[in-house]
């Protein structure tokens, strides 16, 4: 098969040579087609129809190539060699996502280009089941040990007809002291392609398309270190392309290049396609991490776990040491691991009370998260401690003192963008922080691209428009049930996303009695602490949830044991924006969230074989969603399980 690949290369077949890669299974496929000197490349899936195989192609020709200081990587080119379809088996362990024991095949192959001026490249290309990734490899040219990669050619077309779930790129230095771009815009559902972003900035990885009944795709990158910025894509052209884009200038106050500096030999990011007749292998992927490696060794063994966050429904006021105190006690009250203590802390608090403070922690067995301000000097976010996390040599100082006071976390706030002095500046917290055994939460930020298996100190990051926006404008309250239904299917399938959901108060404020109003149930609330994906996982929960005449007992006792690592995931069904049901699975115990974003009742006759037979704990809303209640049920031995969801409610199984 290889060598066949290589000699219809190298035929002289008038101006056109392709190849066709196919995945172990044989059922994804990719064509990497060379004509007039252009490299493209063409996707999809193939069926069985009446015992013939068709092919269903989701992402028609598409070009490759890249452009650089060194040379057009992109026109001219012609092929010297190719070796294809070579297995690679990705068997690895992954502590902080979607799933723990990973253990899936690719084919793997390598196409060596050269420029018109003898300039070579490799094309790196792997097609797995249901998921497509490739890269450019560049070796030295000559005596040229340096590249500067202006952008690329790369990209991906759709045909008429398809559909999008896209978040648009914000313009930079926009938004609360101008903090952005960072993830935080509003997705469209099913908007046809060809609509013209928010901003005309093109829009935030991940990107899902809707091709009617032929299937769904997901595109995204992977492998993003210090190496590299990170890229989004552009606008869509009129005949449905779409391109992978750089930060724009004006990103990180207008400071630093738009583009990519790294030694050679040396290799671009993934860009990855996770595509299928059906949503299961999109919102299951691993292709973040499949082909991304641990960059160093965890200097502890680093742990997830649940966290209690006084600033999400208390707000800025309670960044004082008597409110810390109550959430500290909450979370050793719910076995919690974690207290994160917000923005703020180093004026209101003071250094020598969050010593008291850290040694409360110590007292009760919950280890503390503090928060930093990126900054540096690329916004006006007054919220400190600031100025600690830029400069290498004050940021050591600092992650000392934490370490020595039992610190097992930071969370860093208010990211410049995706230039590549950004990129470097998560890897040096990230990389720094190991070195003191903190985990690193980012908030205001990027998206994290294959981060969890890269850096094994790194938690989760925000990138989303996250629970803040609920207690900010009920607009979110409003739209509370279409995010959370969607997120599962793009956002939250390509990396961790921490959202600090699961809000079990009315009403968005201190005292339950005013601010913003939650319009999902109580226990779609609970259902989201299955279906967002988090290692760490900082929850609304307040003080006053433990009273039972605002929190039923039952809904406290899942929060007190729902895990935030997980073994395995499984979509059972759902469509983003409307409904989800999504199963976890931690140790040998499965948590299945069954939530309805839609208007009306949602039916649902499901297969659950992962519970057959099982004896399960059954959390429901009562018809009109107001009367939440537990009960517990047994499940007959084909797992099947049929309900009626009300609108904005769920379901809750484990
Ligand atoms: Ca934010």
Redesign the pocket.
Known sequence: MKFLSILLFLLPVASSQAVRLYSPDRMTYADVVLNEGKLSYRAGYRKIVKKDTVDVCLLKDSPLGLYSNVADFTQGLSLRGAETDMPVCCNYTLRQSKVSQVDVEYHRSIFNLRTANGNRFELEFYVGNNNIAYRYNIPMQGETAAIVVTGEASGFRFPEGTTTFLSPQSDPMMGWKRTKP?Y?EEYTPDEPIGTKSKYGQGYTFPCLFHEGDAGWVLVSETGVDGRYCAAHLSDCSADGLYTIAFPMQGENNGFGSTGAQFGLPGSTPWRTITLSPTLAPIVETTVPFDLVEELYEPSIAYKGGRSTWSWIIWQDESIVYDDQVAFINLAAQLGWEYCLIDGGWETNIGRERMEQLFALCREKGVAPFVWYNSNGGWNDAPQCAKQRMYSPIVRKKEMKWLQENGVKGIKV?FFAGDKQETIRLYEQILSDANDYGIQVIF??CTLPRGWERMYPNYCSS?AVL?S?NLVFNQHFDDMEGFNATLHPFCRNAVGSMEFGGTVLQRRLNRNNNGGTTRKVSDVFELATAIAFQSSVQNFALTPMNMDESVTPKFEIDFMCQVPTQWDETRLIDGYPGQYLVLARRAGSRWYIAAMNARQEPLKLNLSLPMLAGSRVTWLSDGNDGQAPSSQSVVLDRKGTFKTTIPAQCAVVLY
């Open positions: 960072s935080e706030d908030h205001g925000e996250a803040e």
